[in-house]
C-alpha cells in the first residue's frame, strides 16, 4: 500500500514542480498533458486515503454502525455523484432503475462507501463508451442494490478470491488504473455490519454484477 500512495505522489510533485519551473518552455498540449496526470494522480490517492481511513477506523473499532431510514433514491444520487468525474473521463454512462418511494434502513457513510467502492470498480474494469447500470428495490425483507457492468468480468477462481483479507487481489482497470484491493473488503465489512450479504456474478469478458441484500428495519 505504501507504494500505492508514494507513486502517485511522486508524479504529482514532480510533474507540478516541472510545471511551475519551466512553464514557458512548454507548449499548451504538454502543459494540458501534466495536469491531466496530475489530476488523475491526485484523484488516485485520494480514493486510496478515503478507503485507508476508512479500514482504519473500522479496524479501531472507531466506526460505529448507526442505521437509520433513508430514501434509497436519494442516497444512490449522492452516492453515485463523487463518481461522475471519473465516468465521464472513461465516457461511461449511468442507467439508473430505482424505486424512489422505497427506504433503506442503513448506516448513511456505510452504505456510500460500498456503492462508491462498487461503482468505482464498474468504471475501472469498463471499456470506454460503456453503460453501468443500477437497479435497487426493496423485497418482502431486504433492501437490494445491484450494480452492473458490461466490462471485462472475473474467471470464477478469481470470483473465488474476493472479499477474503488472505487472498487480497488486485488487478490494473481497462486504462492500467491501479488499486490496492481495499475496496472489496471494505464493501464486506460493511455489508456485514447490517447482517447483509454481498455476491457477485460475473463471466470473462461479459461483465459483473455486484449485490447487496440489507435486511430491512
Ligand atoms: N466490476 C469488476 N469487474 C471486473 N473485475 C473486478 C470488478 N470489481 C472487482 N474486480 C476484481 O477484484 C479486484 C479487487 O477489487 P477491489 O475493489 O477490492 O480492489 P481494487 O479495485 O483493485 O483496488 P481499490 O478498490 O483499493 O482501489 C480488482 O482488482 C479486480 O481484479
Ligand atoms: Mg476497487
Partial sequence: ISHDLK???????????????????????????????IYEASRNSYKLLQN????????M??????PETHNLANLIDNATASSYNQAEAKNIKFKFDVDYTAEIYADYNMVSTIIRNLTSNAIKFSPKGQIIEFLAKNTDTSTV???KDNGKGMSKKIQ???????????????????????????????TEAHKGKIHVDSEEGKGSIFTIELPLK
Fill in 145 to 147: 442494490i445491484s450494480i
Fill in 61 to 66: 473499532g472507531q466506526i460505529s454502525f448507526a
Fill in 160 to 190: 473465488d478470491k474476493l472479499f477474503k483479507i488472505s487472498e487480497k487481489i488486485s488487478t490494473p482497470g481497462t486504462e492500467n488504473e491501479k488499486g490496492t484491493g481495499l475496496g472489496l473488503l471494505l464493501c464486506k465489512e460493511f
Fill in 7 to 37: 507513486n502517485p505522489f511522486n508524479s504529482i510533485m514532480g510533474l507540478s514542480n516541472f510545471l511551475y519551473e519551466k512553464i514557458e518552455k512548454y507548449d499548451k498540449e504538454t502543459i494540458s498533458n501534466y495536469a491531466q496526470h
Fill in 52 to 59: 485507508l481511513l476508512e479500514w482504519s477506523r473500522a479496524q
